[in-house]
């Protein structure tokens, strides 16, 4: 029996789910210009990955095949990951408070 996100995801055209990506694109473009922090999406067998472009690539976050089949807002689980690796690269950059 076919879930009711795989059903959704199938159903989405090539152009509509190249759409999707682009608005997710334009997203990470939008965190670059609030945070400096430069987010770049790749296609991988796993799935989705977001990572930091601009250093080393410790910071990532992927969105797998299945949560992308089972997702019902696509766009809004895309922008949460780049979002998540931003807040993630800026925390990093943040100097410790050291204790008084």
Do not use: K, N, Y
Request: aromatic content about 4%; hydrophobic content about 45%; charged content about 25%.
């Amino acid at each position: 029996m076919e879930q009711r996100g795989e059903q959704a995801m199938s159903q989405l055209s090539q152009d509509a789910f190249a759409g999707v990506l682009e608005a997710a694109w334009a997203h990470g473009q939008r965190v670059r210009e609030e945070t400096g922090v430069v987010v770049e999406l790749r296609l991988t067998t796993i799935g989705l990955t977001a990572l930091v472009a601009d250093g080393p690539c410790d910071v990532t976050a992927t969105v797998s095949w299945q949560d992308l089949a089972g997702s019902d807002d696509l766009l809004g689980l895309l922008c949460a990951r780049i979002a998540d690796v931003a807040r993630q690269r800026t925390d990093a950059q943040r100097p410790a408070r050291m204790a008084a």
